[in-house]
Structure formats: structure tokens, C-alpha cells
């Protein structure tokens, strides 16, 4: 592993180069299906039947032989008899024959010989009485509008046809795929492990969030929001707790999170140059750091490196920090290890006003909104790393490049989405 020196600043996209190249997908683990919210399929799944699995009715009505209501209207209607009534769930009894029809509710099989339905609201049947489909079905109906072949019909493998694949490896599953799984019958499936993050935050001024305040201290902040955007990814948050100044209680932290499996570890301050950061110095005796300095705003301190192996990410302190280095470096990470797509994509916004920067690859926090056409980002206000607030009030980060001081307004620009509302570019799988 290439050790660099802490005097050394790397760009972002040389950091997150040298980060993903420790990461790999996580092995697939079998699981049932109505457990599988959340989770990423690890393998194809194939239809083993078509869906719908037999031709059947869209709407309630009269299933015919459409060249038999060719000629039907309000002044001449055509009048059939009546020869089986099919509810939904049911099998058809009869062929319809030349000249007949056959009472059919949405849903039900289409029966033999018919290839239209004509809907119930097309005939003289009190189709709007309650309760209609208990009624017996007519000796006889008037038809009064005509059908062509296949109007109304749901064909067999409208939707999936056998063999077709349903859904591809590496799809997250939401309501909607669970959905199609439970059509097919797809009771247990495999999909990614889940990654283990193991998470603490350092410092002797953090309180949990019940406590008092008292001189000198704040309550932790990192702890919830890094553990939480853990689950928001896929990942199972482990927390450590909060972790005073002291080479003993990062030692036992990290040992914990190997003892409990952690797939990565991720701490927040103690990465920094002060007199009392400690968790870089730990960390040597576990493994190794990479680096711990990038070229960024916010969010330069950065540590990266292997405890026994793990992954370990070391984010700066400031609240606003530690969620932006996250977002560049952890996030595509986990994601990676979940089987899910880790290239972050963003969307071109035009600038609202203009602003600036440090010279350093700038993540600024703004508001994007549509205005004729197109995104347009405005700033939040304060850029603080301490002003958490601003998160909240933020939609998107726009992407300043390094080396550009006063990006104009007017000016066009790359962003990360915070929030949904703005429409993404389609996935490119080459980019994985």
C-alpha cells in the first residue's frame, strides 16, 4: 500500500481512485422475498411463467366474437344469447359459439372461441345496480357499440412472458420490483450482503444527545446523521458510541468493529493536526494510513487506510464536513460493497448568482429550483462547515472545480442531488 506523507494533498479524484480500489461487492446470501425491501439482487431473476399467465378480461362486460358486433349501435342493437358467466378466479364452462356471448367480470379468463369483450356500460344490463356481479347473468343481451379482435383483452405474457427476464442483477428493490417478484412467484432470491459500518465519533467535548449541555461541551452530531445516511445507502450502521481523547478507548473501539464483523469503519474528527487528535496515531498500529489531506471544501482533513484489513475512513469533525466527505469518498464506497451503481451522478445547473470559492474543488450548498427550463442554484447562505442548518435548507451541492476562485452567475455547473425532485441523467452501466 502507498503511504503518503501528511504534508501531501491529493486531489478528490485521486483520493477516490485509490479508496475504491480496496472495495469490492460483497458476497450474495439467499433471502425471502417479502423480507427483500432495500436490498439488491445479486442474480438475473427469469419469469418461470408468462404474466399474466392466461388471456383475461379488462373490463366488465361481454365476451364475443367481435365480428358478430360489427354492425351494433344505439338504433340497431345486437342481441346474443347469453351462454355461461365467468367471475374472476373462475374457469370458462362453454365456447362461444358463432352468435352468442358470455358474461365475464375483469380479471377472468377469456373463454374459448371469444376475442373481444364488449364492457357492460355498452349494453342494456343495469351494469350500475350494486352488487351486479351476484346477479344472475341475462338469457339474452343487447349490444349497443361495436368491438374489434382484441379490444379489452389482456393477452397471456402482456407483461413477462416465460423465460424473459424480469428483473437484472443489480436492481434495488422497491415496493413496485417486490411486486413483480411476488407475480412470478419468486418466494426466495439472492441478493448482496448488506455492508457492516462500524461508526464513532471522537472528541472530550461530545455529549450524547440527552445530556445537558455544560461549559465547553456540545452534543454529537455526527454519530446520528453518518448513521443514518449508512442506512439511507444500504448499509447496517454499528455504532461505537462516542469516543473520548485517548489512545485506549480508540483501541477498543477499533477492536470493536472488528470483532463485530465491520465491513468498513468509519470515525468522525481525530484525523486533523491538533495536539489532541489521537485516532491517526492508532490507527498505525492496526494498520496503515493512505493519506489524510485532500484537496476539498469542505472537508480537507481526510483520513483513509486498513485496520486488520477493514477499511477505515477518518472524516473531519465539523458536521458539514464529515457529511460532505462522506457523500465523495464513503458513500460510492458502501454503495460498491452493496452491488448498488456507486458513480454519483449529477445534473448541469445554471447559476443564480455568483460564487466563490477557495481555489480548492468546492462542494457549496444551494438551493436548485426550475426557472425557465432549466436548474438554477442559489446559495443557502452561510458556507460555514459548522452550519449544519444549511444542509437542511440545501437540495443539491454544486461542484466548484479547484482552481476556480468566482464561479459567475450565469455560469454553468455540475451538482450533487441532496434531495429527490430533480431528475436525474439515465444510469450508463459502462461507468461502473
Known amino acids: 500500500m502507498t503511504t503518503v506523507r501528511a504534508e501531501e494533498m491529493l486531489a478528490v479524484s485521486d483520493a477516490l481512485a485509490r479508496i475504491l480500489s480496496h472495495f469490492q461487492t460483497l458476497p450474495p446470501e439467499p433471502i425471502q422475498t417479502p423480507n427483500a425491501l432495500g436490498r439488491v439482487l445479486a442474480e438475473d431473476v427469469r419469469a418461470q411463467h ?82 351486479r356481479e351476484t346477479l344472475p347473468a341475462p338469457g339474452r343481451i343487447a349490444i349497443y357499440q361495436p368491438t374489434g379482435p382484441n379490444r379489452y383483452v389482456r393477452p397471456a405474457g402482456e407483461d413477462l412472458a416465460a423465460g424473459e427476464v424480469a428483473l437484472a442483477r443489480g436492481t434495488l428493490l422497491r415496493p413496485q420490483e417486490l411486486g413483480v417478484l411476488a407475480s412470478i412467484g419468486a418466494v426466495e432470491i439472492t441478493v448482496f450482503q448488506r455492508p457492516k459500518v462500524a461508526i464513532f465519533s471522537t472528541g472530550d467535548e461530545l455529549l450524547p444527545i440527552e445530556a445537558k449541555i455544560t461549559p465547553g461541551k456540545i452534543r454529537d452530531v455526527n454519530g446520528h446523521t453518518l448513521s443514518n445516511l449508512v442506512r439511507t445507502h444500504g448499509g447496517i450502521p454499528l455504532w461505537l458510541g462516542i469516543v473520548p481523547d485517548h489512545p485506549d478507548e480508540v483501541r477498543t473501539r477499533l477492536q470493536s ?72 469518498f464513503a458513500r460510492p464506497a458502501i454503495l460498491k460493497l452493496g452491488g448498488r451503481p456507486w458513480q454519483i451522478q449529477t445534473v448541469p445547473v445554471v447559476l443564480g448568482e455568483t460564487l466563490r470559492s477557495d481555489g480548492r474543488e468546492s462542494y457549496l450548498r444551494v438551493e436548485v429550483s426550475r426557472q425557465n427550463d ?47 425532485g430533480i431528475p436525474l441523467p439515465p444510469h450508463d452501466p459502462t461507468l461502473d
Open 257 to 328: 468493529a472488528l470483532d463485530q464483523g465491520a465491513d468498513v469503519i468509519l470515525s468522525s474528527a481525530g484525523v486533523s493536526v491538533g495536539a489532541f487528535d489521537v485516532v491517526t496515531n492508532v490507527l498505525t498500529e492496526f494498520g496503515q494510513i493512505n493519506f489524510w489531506r485532500v484537496r476539498m471544501r469542505p472537508g480537507k482533513p481526510l483520513a483513509f487506510g486498513l485496520v486488520k484489513n477493514v477499511p477505515f475512513f477518518g472524516l473531519p469533525g465539523n458536521p458539514v464536513s464529515a457529511m460532505v466527505s462522506y457523500d465523495v
Open 50 to 131: 408468462d404474466v399474466p399467465p392466461f388471456a383475461n378480461s379488462a373490463m366488465d362486460g361481454y365476451a364475443v366474437r367481435a365480428q358478430d358486433v360489427r354492425d351494433a349501435s344505439q338504433a340497431h342493437p345486437v342481441e346474443l344469447p347469453v351462454v355461461d358467466d365467468i367471475p374472476a378466479g373462475a374457469s370458462p364452462k362453454k365456447t362461444v359459439e358463432p352468435g352468442t356471448a358470455a358474461r365475464i367480470m375483469t380479471g377472468a379468463p377469456m373463454p374459448p372461441g371469444a376475442d373481444a369483450i364488449v364492457p357492460v356500460e355498452d349494453t342494456d344490463e343495469q351494469w350500475h345496480q350494486a352488487g
Open 374 to 420: 432549466q436548474w438554477v442554484a442559489r446559495s443557502v447562505g452561510g458556507q460555514g462547515s459548522n452550519l449544519l442548518t444549511s444542509m437542511v435548507r440545501a437540495n443539491a451541492l454544486v461542484i466548484i472545480p479547484e482552481g476556480v476562485k468566482e464561479a459567475r452567475a450565469g455560469e454553468t455547473y455540475p451538482a450533487r442531488l441532496i434531495d429527490s
